[in-house]
């Protein structure tokens, strides 16, 4: 598949500071690869810190006049912004495609969920409301104002390079901030066509900036970023090391932080379940973006009594799926982002069945004729808890299944991990529903339900999987501050 759009406008391979497309400081460019066959698409320019810094200057300029902006009008612009991404969503969801590897149907899925968050804050913005407090002395006026927290540093990983950038862009503008954002090496494409519709829906200058940096010189953009008094949020999605990192570098000028970490999902399959929906619930969960979402379940529990059959019917479907790239137009599981995740996830796979795990289905990598980044699916029996299948975020397209006898005993099995980002169950019981879901120590609870991300809902983790609230009416405190005003008797 090549790099070409229907609009070839939206293939944009410069950053962006202050409304203009400049290259890096320092002429340095990186290579965009199809992860499909390794080609290189484009090259982006490779930022210093210098530019993260102009770009921070950039941001900081347009804050006062974007804050005064009234909501309402912020919220127009992001309307506008929301309709050009929905009008160019083949465009868009082929770019995704093509510089990160999933099919085109949830490439453009991808798209529409991603112009979902920017709707949704849009019509957020004109709600942004304070309060009159009752006051505890007399004569007094007391007051609770929102304002937004000012410039904010926007980082996304690869696996959904639309819709990161989207759910925080979206809330932090809505909110009155101005933004600075970095792509993840991988995908830097997608996220400047967005930018380029941005700007032609009328967002100002300087409103949203964005550099593009190689993991070579990222931490050279994070540190401008991190050092500066004057950007005072960061909002990062990806791995758990990265954001602990983060939030210890941010510490001396104290930002405030959200942050969306690495997940551990257990999938918890109770002999009172619908089979059939659990395995259903688990596909749809497991598979999307070939099981490269932090929400992915990524061990499965079943009750030793339906333990069989459960693993029969998830074995016949997962060897139907179709691995290939994108321009096979019947391909479900795309190529997985790089060889460091296929050796991450053979690694995996080879542990677990050292410590006795059996395959049942897949269990190597496909497609080498076409290149090196193609998992096959793959469902292993009897994994051990130690295995690091279970203990860590593999990130592909694999199924331990594991065996349980009792509900306490399988919820100590999911709660003890570090990570709690999300959690699912499959019982057609009311009473354990709520039981079940009270006790898994997750941010999000799939109940008979493998699909749970929605613009309208609350989207975050607690222990490790970090903090902070994503999307629904919640998704806006992220950005802003309250400011109490008190007002005493003027005679
Ligand atoms: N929560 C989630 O959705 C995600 C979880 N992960 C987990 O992390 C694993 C590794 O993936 P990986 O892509 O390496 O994740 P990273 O955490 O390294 O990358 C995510 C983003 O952080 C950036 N980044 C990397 N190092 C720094 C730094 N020192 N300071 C500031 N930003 C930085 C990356 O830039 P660059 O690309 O230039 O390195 C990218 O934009 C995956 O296998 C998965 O388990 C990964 C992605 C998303
Ligand atoms: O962190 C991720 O993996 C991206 C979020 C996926 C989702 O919104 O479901």
């Not at 309402?72 to 770019?95: E, F, N, P, T, Y």
């Not at 032609?200 to 994070?222: K, Q, Y």
């Not at 292993?380 to 690091?388: F, P, T």
Request: proline share 5%; glycine share 10%; net charge negative.
């Amino acid at each position: 598949m090549s790099l070409t759009l229907s609009r070839s406008s939206l293939i944009r391979t410069e950053n962006f500071i202050a409304g203009h497309w400049v290259g890096s400081d320092g002429g340095s460019t990186f290579g965009v690869h199809n992860p499909a066959d390794l080609r290189q698409i484009a090259s982006v320019p490779d930022s210093t810190h210098d530019d993260a810094w102009q770009a921070a200057d950039s941001a900081q300029s347009a804050f006062k006049a974007w804050k005064s902006t009234p909501a309402k009008r912020r919220g127009q612009l992001l309307k506008q912004w929301h309709a050009l991404v929905m009008s160019h969503q083949d465009d868009l969801g082929r770019l995704i495609s093509l510089e990160q590897g999933k099919p085109l149907a949830e490439g453009r899925g991808e798209i529409q969920y991603a112009a979902s968050y920017i709707e949704w804050f849009a019509e957020e913005a004109p709600r942004i409301e304070g309060d009159l407090i009752e006051p505890s002395v007399d004569g007094r006026r007391m007051l609770a104002v929102r304002e937004p927290v000012g410039v904010v540093a926007v980082v996304t990983p690869w696996n959904f390079p639309a819709a990161m950038i989207a759910r925080k862009m979206a809330p932090a503008l809505a909110a009155g901030c101005t933004v600075v954002a970095k792509p993840a090496e991988d995908t830097p494409l997608t996220s400047l066509a967005l930018i380029h519709l941005a700007e032609e829906a009328g967002i100002p200058a300087g409103v949203i900036n964005v550099v593009c940096a190689s993991r070579e010189c990222t931490p050279a953009v994070a540190d401008a970023w991190l050092r500066d008094t004057r950007v005072r949020k960061i909002s990062f999605t990806g791995s758990t090391p990265v954001g602990k990192q983060l939030a210890r570098e941010s510490a001396a000028t104290l930002k405030k932080l959200s942050l969306e970490l690495g997940g551990n999902a257990p999938f918890i399959v109770f002999d009172d379940a619908d089979l059939d929906a659990a395995v259903e619930g688990l596909m749809a969960s497991k598979f999307r973006n070939g099981g490269q979402t932090c929400v992915c379940p990524n061990r499965v529990y079943v009750h030793e009594t339906v333990f069989n059959t459960f693993a029969y019917k998830l074995t016949d479907r997962v060897a139907a799926l179709r691995v290939g790239p994108a321009s096979e137009t019947d391909s479900q599981i795309g190529p997985m982002i790089n060889t460091r995740a296929v050796e991450k996830i053979m690694k995996h796979i080879d542990d677990a069945v050292a410590k006795g795990g059996k395959i049942l289905v897949g269990g190597q990598q496909v497609r080498t004729d076409i290149g090196p980044n193609y998992v096959a699916p793959t469902v292993l029996a009897d994994v051990s808890s130690d295995a690091q299948l279970c203990q860590e975020e593999t990130f592909g397209p694999v199924v331990p299944l594991c065996r349980f006898t009792g509900e306490e005993e399988v919820i100590g099995m999911a709660n003890n991990t570090p990570y709690g980002l999300a959690g699912y169950f499959y019982s057609g019981n009311i009473s354990r529903i709520w039981r079940v879901a009270d006790a898994l120590e997750t941010g999000i609870v799939g109940i008979n339900e493998g699909v749970v991300a929605s613009e309208v809902a609350p989207f975050g983790g607690i222990k490790e999987s970090g903090y902070g609230r994503e999307g629904s009416k919640y998704g806006l405190d992220d950005y802003m501050h309250i400011k109490y005003l008190c007002q005493g008797s003027l005679g």
